[in-house]
């Protein structure tokens, strides 16, 4: 098989094997819309609380809507308790129509690990076997996954762990085989402790050994240290997933996927000149605006620019000029006279 293949999750058919991770405060679906355009084949939505949902929080149907040009998303939702998660994974399928429901076991943020979620749940392979099978029984007699030829099954229930809680406690076997017996559809991993938060390396040597311990039995997606197409590439020949997850190599580098995905079919990428970098910040500006508001677009695209704006000549006084962004002419007057 080449290494650019088509996945199935549960009754979710992909064209492709090159995915968009959920980055908390990244992942909207602005951002989303972007990656897609530039060939990402499955996105998430970054991460919701399950509280908040069941609380009707407002703020969290903003995080699980659909980008303009999805044609199948996952929203990821978070939380400790079987009974709140199974709550707040009915309410995502009432408010959207998500075609996969991901379930955050991996986030090391200590506000969200102190509530029992996250990566506690990597440490507590019970608790996430409770949580996992709560929110697939709750889901199977609802809404039905579309296919091809139309409804094709529950929506699928997919989770994303760590390798452990720190170097003495690696339980990633432990809370996979968890997922697995509570009827997972995939699994993915980020080989990284929770101790380690995002310093360090991952270790891909783990991913490969769940990989044959999976078996086949459900896909296997990596995530971790994937910050140019190459190392995709070697994710993918080294440890055998069947995807890999983008997460920090695709922030302001929505491009990452086109190369990839170039440099996986013909052997190499030609790198996106400067002008459509910038043209893609701006088509993501203008979503980001629509979706909430042109004030909150212009602050949460500084970082953005920043990144679009890399390999620019000049580009200290450009970024320095960014940081004072606040309006969506700001920006005009910043880039328009460049290209």
Known sequence: MTLYHPVSIGNINLNGNLFLAPVAGYSDAAFRSVCIENGACFTYTEMVSAEALVRKNL???????????????????????????????????????????????????????????????????????????????????????????????????????????????????????????????????????????YEGHSDWNIMRQLVEMVNGRVPVFGSGDLFKPEDARRMLEETGVDAVMFARGAMGNPFIFRDTTSLLTTGSYEPVPASIRIQTGFAELERLAAETSEQHACLEMRKRFHAYSKGIPNGGPLRNAIVHAATIEDYHKIFDGLF
Request: charge should be positive.
């Open 59 to 197: 703020k969290t149907e903003i995080l699980m809507r659909r980008a303009c040009n999805e044609s199948a998303y996952a929203v990821q939702i978070f939380g400790g308790e079987a009974e709140v998660m199974a709550e707040a994974a009915q309410i995502v399928l009432e408010k959207t129509n998500c075609e996969c429901i991901d379930i955050n076991c991996g986030c090391p943020v200590p506000k969200i690990v102190k509530t029992g979620a996250g990566s506690a749940l990597t440490r507590d392979p019970d608790r996430l076997f409770k949580v996992v099978e709560a929110v697939v029984g709750a889901l199977r007699p609802l809404r039905q996954a579309q296919g091809p030829q139309g409804p094709q099954g529950p929506v699928p229930v997919t989770v994303k762990i760590r390798s452990g809680w720190e170097q003495k406690l690696i339980t990633w076997r432990e809370a996979a085989q968890a997922a697995l017996d509570a009827g997972a559809a995939a699994i993915t991993i980020h080989p990284r402790t929770k101790a380690q938060g």
